[in-house]
């Protein structure tokens, strides 16, 4: 780890220490599912989300299952295994593709390291003692004010696309380690897609094109770009949520009928999910002003710093806002015609190719 005894250096923000810090949890989350799979264990962690947006009475039966116990467990070693090596390199996925690292201020020692791992995997414990971050002088946490350590801005690359990357990756992880768990262990998902003998004829309009497009912005807005003032936790609930759907959709498919991802899914698919992370991006320059703000009242800095952090953060959100929506509606338009058009070839092609061995 870099060490550092007179910090004349660029400062990570709050926001992006945050940012990292729950895209380490989800890398965790998702590799606990694929390691659970291989045991044939359900994804729980992913369920504990489902149930939360669908049925939350449901969450206490589900932890207190064995394998609910067992996945708990499971997934609170590799996450202090995960912030072991954290602090033994400087460094992990989520800070290094956001370009910030960990340095120390004073002498290293096995104990410190051990202890700082420790209080970032009881995660309650973790953002208390991250809010004395606003009020410190060289953003520390409490915990890293007492053992000695600083995180700060390690690149050059400009702050969109590592905000870009890191939304990708939000999505694209746990969705992937949701179909590798899949096709590890099926879970009975052989028939969740329609087979091409059911000969199913989708018909394109405008206003199932509305609909969608309707459906999709409404979560755009609310879940992903609004979440960004629920501090991130409404976008990591329903990123695990589609995770959970997607995954098992595009798994089912791969496993059963791999022509109805390639024409009923891959088309749209790419173009909302592209509109979906633009729309998260939106999110995270909400939180960066929320954290700007907490942190210019404790510094008490000045009330033109305070404008201008409230005008250029929210600018860029709308903009982002309103890039996420154009690409939503392009994607509601090919998931209407192009879509519908593929899946009637495909269903029609393998119905009429059916009907000729029959006969």
Request: with cysteine; proline share 3%; aromatic share 18%.
């Given at each position: 780890?870099?060490?550092?005894?007179?910090?004349?250096?660029?400062?990570?923000?709050?926001?992006?220490?945050?940012?990292?810090?729950?895209?380490?949890?989800?890398?965790?989350?998702?590799?606990?599912?694929v390691?659970?799979?291989?045991?044939?264990?359900?994804?729980?962690?992913?369920?504990?989300?489902?149930?939360?947006?669908?049925?939350?009475?449901?969450?206490?039966?589900?932890?207190?299952?064995?394998?609910?116990?067992?996945?708990?467990?499971?997934?609170?070693?590799?996450?202090?295994?995960?912030?072991?090596?954290?602090?033994?390199?400087?460094?992990?996925?989520?800070?290094?593709?956001?370009?910030?690292?960990?340095?120390?201020?004073?002498?290293?020692?096995?104990?410190?390291?051990?202890?700082?791992?420790?209080?970032?995997i009881?995660?309650?414990?973790?953002?208390?003692?991250?809010?004395?971050?606003?009020?410190?002088?060289?953003?520390?946490?409490?915990?890293?004010?007492?053992?000695?350590?600083?995180?700060?801005?390690?690149?050059?690359?400009?702050?969109?696309?590592?905000?870009?990357?890191?939304t990708?990756?939000?999505?694209?992880?746990?969705?992937?380690?949701?179909?590798?768990?899949?096709?590890?262990?099926?879970?009975?998902?052989?028939?969740?897609?329609?087979?091409?003998?059911?000969?199913?004829?989708?018909?394109?309009?405008?206003?199932?094109?509305?609909?969608?497009?309707?459906?999709?912005?409404?979560?755009?807005?609310?879940?992903?770009?609004?979440?960004?003032?629920?501090?991130?936790?409404?976008e990591?609930?329903?990123?695990?949520f589609?995770?959970?759907?997607?995954?098992?959709?595009?798994?089912?498919?791969?496993?059963?009928?791999?022509?109805?991802?390639?024409?009923?899914?891959?088309?749209?698919?790419?173009?909302?999910?592209?509109?979906?992370?633009?729309?998260?991006?939106?999110?995270?320059?909400?939180i960066?002003?929320?954290?700007?703000?907490?942190?210019?009242?404790?510094?008490?800095?000045?009330?033109?710093?305070?404008t201008?952090?409230?005008?250029?953060?929210?600018?860029?959100a709308?903009?982002?806002?309103?890039?996420?929506?154009?690409i939503?509606?392009?994607?509601?338009?090919?998931?209407?015609?192009?879509?519908?058009?593929?899946?009637?070839?495909?269903?029609?092609?393998?119905?009429?190719?059916?009907?000729?061995?029959?006969?």
């Amino acid at each position: 780890m870099k060490k550092i005894l007179n910090p004349k250096i660029a400062l990570s923000l709050p926001m992006e220490r945050y940012i990292a810090y729950l895209f380490d949890i989800v890398i965790v989350i998702s590799i606990t599912s694929v390691i659970l799979s291989i045991f044939h264990f359900k994804p729980y962690i992913y369920l504990i989300f489902v149930y939360y947006r669908t049925n939350h009475h449901k969450i206490l039966s589900l932890i207190q299952s064995y394998k609910g116990y067992v996945s708990l467990i499971l997934f609170i070693v590799l996450l202090f295994i995960y912030f072991l090596i954290e602090n033994f390199t400087g460094n992990s996925i989520g800070k290094f593709i956001l370009k910030i690292k960990i340095a120390t201020i004073s002498n290293e020692s096995y104990e410190k390291k051990l202890l700082r791992s420790i209080i970032k995997i009881f995660i309650p414990l973790a953002i208390i003692d991250s809010l004395f971050i606003f009020k410190s002088k060289l953003r520390q946490r409490f915990s890293d004010k007492i053992l000695g350590y600083v995180v700060y801005d390690n690149g050059t690359i400009k702050k969109f696309p590592r905000y870009l990357l890191i939304t990708s990756l939000f999505f694209i992880i746990p969705i992937a380690a949701q179909i590798v768990s899949i096709l590890i262990y099926s879970e009975g998902l052989h028939g969740i897609t329609p087979a091409p003998h059911s000969g199913i004829i989708l018909k394109a309009s405008m206003s199932r094109m509305h609909f969608i497009f309707l459906t999709n912005s409404s979560i755009d807005f609310t879940d992903y770009f609004l979440g960004g003032f629920s501090i991130f936790i409404l976008e990591i609930t329903e990123i695990i949520f589609e995770s959970y759907i997607s995954g098992r959709l595009i798994g089912g498919a791969l496993i059963s009928y791999p022509g109805f991802f390639y024409y009923g899914v891959a088309p749209q698919f790419f173009i909302e999910f592209l509109g979906y992370i633009i729309g998260m991006v939106g999110a995270i320059y909400i939180i960066n002003v929320i954290f700007l703000l907490i942190e210019g009242y404790f510094k008490s800095l000045s009330v033109d710093f305070i404008t201008k952090t409230l005008f250029k953060g929210f600018t860029l959100a709308i903009v982002m806002l309103i890039i996420s929506l154009s690409i939503l509606y392009i994607s509601a338009y090919v998931e209407t015609y192009f879509t519908s058009f593929l899946l009637n070839k495909y269903y029609n092609a393998s119905v009429n190719f059916v009907e000729v061995i029959n006969c």
